[in-house]
């Protein structure tokens, strides 16, 4: 008991030193950014209004007329390039399988971690170690990818629907991902700490990993989506070492060389919020957005505004009241000639990053985008049909179920609509049986 008080008692002092540390750092960023930019005009000075963080202009866009009218003309000759962009045929899923979970704490851990290196079969696991937490039929997910310092690794993911007990383990070994782990151990030992016991998390596969192919009409909402944004596309740049956060005064005055170094500037400038209400990230991003639309960026620009819809950002901490106040500005992209459904869908799709790296949007914030669309019909159709398609593997089944979930209970903000609670129910009972199962709460 002395030992657990103990514990609480360093959390909270923690807690509280970490949130005083969170105010200075936004009050000082703040006043920082105001310096450098030293005029009125400043983005953290300018008037917003109560639809959003960032300045609004007479169009009631986050973008002038002039930077729209320039991104329209972008967007015409990409209209044009992807009526002959080469696309890519076949495009596979993530790499998935139905497996258990295992977690063992406390007693007989280092046994336990013996026969899961000798390959004990699971059934003969679950008798000798009844004190064991086992989750039986989940869907397990396997990734690959490449770190900064250009090194691979492959990643391999526990999803946990309810956001508690997600966990992964990763693996430099060459060729692992190819590796056979049928009726294999995967596990992750956990030494005694000073507060939490020794323990062993592990994945046993009784099947194959397999990659499916999706439908083509799929693979065309994917291939639009890379077409308009190149795979490759970056905001950083490799050589992280300017601290300039926010655009100067008068800064459409400049050049366009003059507007390209700002560019740069920006894009050398590595930004992590210091909490939930840091407003650092986002303000840094809709400054890369807008310098991006008026140098044709097309590229840069697309991937920060989506990073804005996605509130794709770095930070220490996020808490859900501070999201509250981050809007999607959909609304900009939709006043661009661009099939946006199409878009944002094809982002939602997770594909096998070995025939091309995409764009993966955020499940819930795209959830939200969409419900300020102005095609809601168009997009709850094309949700709803992928969600009842059996061709399509598991994993984006649900994504998409979720995605239709977020979706319809944003869209209740703006209209009650019962009709989608009974297309919501439909769709959940056209996925297999053990996703019902992990997303049985989420009907409660």
């Given at each position: 008991?002395?030992k657990?008080?103990?514990?609480l008692?360093?959390?909270?002092?923690?807690l509280?030193?970490?949130?005083a540390?969170?105010?200075?750092?936004?009050?000082l960023?703040?006043?920082?950014?105001?310096?450098?930019?030293?005029?009125?005009?400043?983005?953290?000075n300018?008037?917003?209004?109560?639809?959003?963080e960032?300045?609004i202009?007479?169009?009631?866009l986050?973008?002038s007329?002039?930077?729209?009218?320039?991104?329209?003309?972008?967007?015409?000759?990409?209209?044009?390039?992807?009526?002959?962009?080469?696309?890519?045929?076949?495009?596979?899923?993530?790499?998935q399988?139905?497996g258990?979970?295992?977690k063992?704490?406390?007693?007989?851990?280092k046994?336990?971690?013996l026969d899961?290196?000798n390959q004990m079969?699971?059934?003969?696991?679950?008798?000798k170690?009844?004190?064991?937490k086992?989750?039986?039929h989940?869907?397990?997910i396997?990734?690959?990818y490449v770190d900064?310092a250009?090194?691979?690794?492959?990643?391999?993911?526990?999803i946990?629907?309810?956001g508690f007990?997600?966990?992964?383990?990763?693996?430099?070994?060459?060729?692992f991902f190819n590796k056979?782990?049928q009726?294999?151990?995967?596990?992750?030992?956990?030494?005694?700490?000073?507060?939490?016991e020794?323990?062993?998390?592990?994945?046993?596969?009784?099947?194959k990993?397999?990659?499916?192919?999706?439908?083509?009409?799929?693979t065309?909402?994917i291939?639009?989506?890379?077409c308009?944004l190149?795979?490759?596309?970056?905001i950083?740049?490799?050589?992280?070492?300017?601290?300039l956060?926010?655009l100067?005064?008068n800064?459409?005055?400049?050049?366009n060389?003059?507007?390209?170094i700002?560019?740069?500037?920006l894009?050398s400038?590595?930004?992590?919020g210091?909490?939930?209400f840091?407003?650092?990230p986002r303000?840094h991003?809709?400054?890369?957005?807008?310098i991006?639309a008026?140098?044709?960026?097309?590229?840069?620009?697309?991937?920060?505004?989506?990073n804005?819809?996605?509130?794709?950002?770095?930070?220490?901490s996020d808490?859900s009241?501070?999201?509250?106040?981050?809007?999607?500005y959909?609304k900009e992209l939709e006043?661009l000639d661009?099939n946006v459904?199409?878009l944002?869908?094809?982002s939602?799709?997770?594909?096998?990053?070995?025939q091309?790296?995409?764009?993966?949007?955020?499940?819930?914030?795209?959830?939200?985008?969409l419900s300020?669309?102005?095609?809601r019909?168009?997009?709850e159709?094309?949700?709803?049909?992928?969600?009842?398609d059996?061709?399509?593997?598991?994993?984006?089944?649900?994504?998409?179920?979720?995605?239709?979930?977020n979706?319809?209970?944003?869209?209740?903000?703006?209209n009650?609509?019962?009709?989608?609670?009974?297309k919501l129910?439909?769709?959940?009972?056209?996925?297999?049986?053990y996703?019902k199962?992990e997303?049985?709460?989420?009907?409660?």
């Amino acid at each position: 008991m002395k030992k657990a008080a103990k514990f609480l008692l360093v959390g909270l002092i923690l807690l509280l030193l970490f949130v005083a540390i969170c105010v200075i750092s936004v009050r000082l960023r703040k006043k920082q950014s105001i310096n450098n930019s030293n005029s009125k005009n400043s983005i953290f000075n300018n008037k917003h209004n109560n639809r959003s963080e960032f300045q609004i202009y007479p169009n009631g866009l986050i973008y002038s007329q002039t930077t729209m009218k320039k991104l329209n003309r972008i967007v015409d000759s990409l209209n044009l390039k992807f009526r002959k962009c080469e696309l890519i045929r076949d495009i596979n899923s993530t790499s998935q399988t139905v497996g258990y979970v295992v977690k063992l704490e406390k007693r007989r851990v280092k046994q336990a971690m013996l026969d899961m290196q000798n390959q004990m079969p699971i059934a003969d696991f679950m008798l000798k170690y009844r004190k064991a937490k086992i989750k039986k039929h989940v869907l397990i997910i396997k990734n690959r990818y490449v770190d900064e310092a250009n090194k691979e690794f492959v990643s391999v993911n526990y999803i946990d629907f309810q956001g508690f007990n997600s966990f992964s383990i990763e693996s430099d070994e060459d060729n692992f991902f190819n590796k056979d782990l049928q009726n294999k151990w995967l596990f992750q030992y956990n030494e005694k700490q000073e507060y939490s016991e020794e323990y062993i998390e592990a994945f046993y596969f009784p099947n194959k990993f397999k990659s499916i192919l999706l439908p083509a009409k799929y693979t065309e909402m994917i291939n639009y989506t890379n077409c308009l944004l190149s795979p490759e596309a970056t905001i950083n740049n490799r050589v992280m070492n300017d601290s300039l956060i926010s655009l100067p005064v008068n800064w459409e005055l400049k050049s366009n060389n003059e507007k390209l170094i700002l560019l740069n500037r920006l894009r050398s400038t590595r930004v992590v919020g210091a909490c939930g209400f840091d407003p650092c990230p986002r303000l840094h991003a809709i400054a890369i957005a807008k310098i991006a639309a008026e140098t044709a960026s097309w590229n840069v620009f697309l991937l920060a505004h989506l990073n804005i819809i996605n509130d794709r950002f770095s930070r220490n901490s996020d808490n859900s009241n501070a999201n509250q106040n981050r809007g999607t500005y959909i609304k900009e992209l939709e006043e661009l000639d661009i099939n946006v459904p199409q878009l944002l869908l094809g982002s939602v799709f997770r594909i096998d990053k070995r025939q091309r790296e995409n764009y993966n949007a955020t499940i819930n914030r795209t959830g939200l985008a969409l419900s300020e669309t102005k095609n809601r019909k168009q997009v709850e159709k094309k949700i709803l049909e992928i969600v009842y398609d059996p061709r399509v593997d598991d994993f984006n089944r649900v994504l998409f179920y979720l995605l239709f979930l977020n979706y319809n209970e944003y869209s209740k903000r703006i209209n009650i609509n019962y009709e989608n609670d009974k297309k919501l129910d439909a769709a959940f009972n056209q996925l297999p049986e053990y996703l019902k199962q992990e997303l049985i709460y989420k009907k409660e």
